[in-house]
């Protein structure tokens, strides 16, 4: 008779868990990743799942909570009010395709591509998490340039998720920052256009 006592299995760790699911929503997106996905890629079973994190769309969340505390780009130093509004706009977008395109298999923005899920419950907790960065955009707009902030502000939006979007297509980095770069010269033609019209 073997007394040798039977070995337990450690404690899951969600916080290692949620790691693991961060990075697979990310190379797959929200809607391609399935329940079985994640508890195979967590090692864990299904009631082990639920106890854990309560869905699929709750863990999400917290994947993304967790993206967006690593990953936020520093909009208070990019938009800083001593900056010149075209360099510091310029700036932004330029910081996002470096980092969009800065890894081969989770490329783009995860909080971007969320608000593309199928899932209404996951798409509105994208939303959520991406109300800040479009509020401090749009603040900084009201202050340098208030007759141009809501279309400047809808410009820069549609241009950041483009960029993600095109990073997530294996667009190289090279092109995204290009790409950033040629649209900052133009948002910067239409300040210098606003201000020979308004002398």
Do not use: W
């Not at 997106?29 to 994640?38: E, I, Q, T």
């Amino acid at each position: 008779m073997n007394d040798k006592p039977r070995q337990r299995r450690p404690a899951f760790d969600r916080e290692a868990g949620i790691a693991i699911a961060q990075a697979l929503f990310h190379a797959r997106g929200y809607d391609a990743v399935s329940l079985s996905d994640l508890t195979e890629a967590l090692d864990i079973k299904p009631p082990s799942f639920y106890a854990a994190y309560g869905s699929k769309a709750e863990l999400f969340e917290r994947v993304m909570q967790r993206y967006a505390s690593e990953n936020a780009l520093p909009l208070d130093k990019l938009l800083a009010p001593e900056r010149d509004p075209a360099e510091a706009l310029t700036g932004l977008l330029v910081a996002a395709a470096r980092q969009y395109g800065r890894d081969n298999t989770q490329r783009g923005c995860l909080i971007t591509e969320g608000l593309r899920a199928d899932d209404p419950v996951a798409r509105g907790m994208a939303e959520n998490l991406s109300k800040g960065a479009t509020q401090a955009i749009r603040s900084y707009l009201d202050q340098v340039h208030p007759e141009l902030a809501q279309p400047l502000t809808d410009c820069l939006l549609v241009t950041l998720r483009g960029l993600s979007a095109s990073a997530c297509s294996g667009l190289s980095r090279k092109r995204l920052i290009d790409a950033a770069q040629t649209s900052g010269r133009l948002i910067s033609h239409e300040f210098a256009d606003r201000a020979r019209t308004a002398q």
